[in-house]
């Protein structure tokens, strides 16, 4: 795998996720993602994603990691769960959503 950093992982998504669209059936939500001094947002709706740069006004969900964690968990490095029994993974709002990220993440 190459080297992925934050910015190009985030600058990839939404076409990764435009490839897969049963995946994203009835998912209408807003993840927020604070990933060291980066801020992404990722919007789902009718089956579509949006990402975009900065802070969104009312996420459904919002993740809190530092950047090498972040990469270590996109690399399978990190396992999710552990990430956050150990801290280095924030969740607020919908925990359900968060949940369900590992599976957006990898597409």
Known sequence: ????????????LQEKLAKDPA??????????FRVGDASYNVTFVDGKAVVAKGETSAPSCTVTMAENDFLALLSGKLNGQMAFMTGKLKVAGD????LKLESLLKA
């Open 1 to 12: 795998m190459a080297e992925t950093t934050v910015t190009g992982f985030f600058e990839s």
């Open 23 to 32: 995946k994203l059936a009835g998912l209408s939500c807003v993840y927020q």
């Open 95 to 98: 925990f359900g959503l968060a």
